[in-house]
Nanobody, 125 residues
């Protein structure tokens, strides 16, 4: 069993920055792949960024250059540093983990076994 808990969401103005965190506990051997997903009202859940235990990363084109995914520390915490936020980034952000996924599918939500309950990010003037 793996437990994931997100934190750090909130409301920011366009152009602002925010840092999300995801604490992982339980069987961390099943968290070789970790990722951030987001879902806005009326839209499908989309992959934002993913990272492996060996720190290989992948980003959605829409966030490349603005967001940075990382992991580490004694508790294997997952982070998402977001900069230059715009209203299109408004969504419920989820942390996810799984033991294996093919690299070409690393940003597909159906490939992940474990999920947090989400943290809301709202970008508005």
């Amino acid at each position: 069993r793996v437990q994931l808990v997100e934190s750090g969401g909130g409301s920011v103005q366009p152009g602002g920055s925010l840092r999300l965190s995801c604490s992982a506990s339980g069987d961390t051997s099943s968290t070789y792949y970790m990722a951030w997903f987001r879902q806005a009202p009326g839209k499908e859940r989309e992959g934002v960024a993913a990272i492996t235990e060996m720190r290989l990363t992948e980003y959605a084109h829409s966030v490349k250059g603005r967001f940075t995914i990382s992991r580490g520390g004694p508790d294997n915490t997952l982070y998402l540093e977001m900069t230059n936020l715009n209203p299109a980034d408004t969504a419920l952000y989820y942390c996810a983990a799984t033991d294996y996924v093919g690299w070409s599918q690393v940003l597909r939500h159906s490939e992940y076994k474990y999920w947090g309950q989400g943290t809301q990010v709202t970008v508005s003037s």
